[in-house]
């Protein structure tokens, strides 16, 4: 805060982006979480470790895009649940850019990456997670049918 009360932007630029880089790096490791979850096998521990592996390695900067094609390897239905959900959300969709963004804002170090605010990172992080229980919800398509 400087003498007026107001916050320094340049350090709610830094702290956002960094926040931002955070929550996106939750939302990864929870979708590495889920396919591993999705794939586990009550008694093959290596097929668990394989897959556990695999998501790591191929589960990384990921777009929305890319979540699709995830899904489409499970399955067409799955790909197609997410798609739907995803389409009604556009605003979803912008926010888990954003995040991703941020992220690689400060991964990277880019001074060219789109300034963002606290206030912004605490709405995308918010509707960014709709984008995370669709996929979620579509991954599950094939265990319920």
Known sequence: ???????????????????ASIAYASYER?????????????????INRFTEVASVRLVRSIKVGELAGFL?????TEKQAFQRAIDAQPEAVAA???????????AHELESAPTMTLADVKRDIAAAAKVLE????ALGESQSA
């Open 30 to 46: 929870r979708v590495r979480q889920l396919i591993a979850e999705r794939c586990r096998h009550p008694t093959d521990d290596p």
């Open 134 to 137: 669709a996929f979620e919800a």
């Open 72 to 76: 489409g390897f499970f399955g067409e």
């Open 1 to 19: 805060m400087d003498g007026l009360g107001t916050a320094d932007p340049e350090i709610d630029t830094v702290l956002a982006a960094h926040v």
């Open 96 to 106: 888990w850019g954003n995040l991703l963004t941020g992220r690689h804002g400060v």
